[in-house]
């Protein structure tokens, strides 16, 4: 397994349990406690979501069979950190039903009607400001979460292709060999042809010489 992921794979399993233990703690607390508990594991949550992007783009470019149990793997972390955001949002609703129950209630106490009413407006705009803005945040991490999987699937794909130019380069490697070995043999076999010529040739010029010798004796004694 790849020490990288198993790394961001220990960093997330720490954090995890940690974001647990504060769901836990701030579902029974109440007031500026349970708000400032809140913002810390909203905050612990962007990190967890970090490090699973790390360890999907790290399982991604490692070899085809540790890729598909990384994968699997990574899956369950995905539905546990998607059950952390479930509870976090919980915590953030009860918030917010509570927050607004003491507007409420603050506003039954004001001296008049039109302060009730003001009062009750300026929490339904800051609400609602709060809502747009909360959908802002969600469109924009919504979009970046889209680039990130793709900017995965392109990476996927160049190492795909990375590894068919390698096995490419291997079977070129291998042709190259056996042109080689192909000239070699080419080679060894011309020089023995040569030789082979030589020799014959050697073997004619003695047989002339013999014929030439035995010519002579014959016709001058």
């Not at 705009?125 to 747009?132: A, G």
Request: proline residues 0%; aromatic residues 4%.
């Amino acid at each position: 397994m790849s020490e990288v992921f198993e790394g961001y794979e220990r960093q997330y399993c720490e954090l995890s349990a940690n974001l647990s233990r504060k769901c836990n703690s701030a579902a029974l607390a109440d007031g500026e406690q349970k708000n400032q508990q809140v913002s810390d594991i909203k905050a612990g949550l962007d990190d967890a979501d970090v490090l699973i992007r790390k360890m999907d783009l790290e399982a991604r470019s490692l070899q085809p069979s540790l890729k598909a149990t990384l994968l699997a793997k990574l899956r369950e972390y995905k539905s546990d950190l998607n059950k952390l955001k479930r509870e976090v949002k919980k915590l953030t609703s009860a918030n917010s039903v509570q927050a607004a129950h003491e507007e409420l209630l603050e506003a039954g106490l004001a001296d008049s009607h039109m302060a009730s009413a003001n009062q009750r407006e300026r929490v339904m705009m800051t609400t609602e400001r709060l809502n747009q803005s909360s959908d802002r945040i969600r469109e924009s991490r919504r979009a970046a979460l889209e680039t990130e999987d793709l900017g995965v699937s392109i990476l996927g794909d160049l190492h795909q292709q990375r590894e068919t130019l390698l096995h490419s380069n291997a079977k070129l490697h291998g042709v190259d060999d056996a042109i080689d070995k192909s000239k070699k043999v080419l080679t060894s076999m011309s020089r023995r042809i040569t030789r082979n010529k030589w020799i014959l040739g050697s073997i004619i010029a003695a047989l002339v010489l013999a014929i030439l010798v035995i010519l002579y004796f014959k016709l001058f004694h």
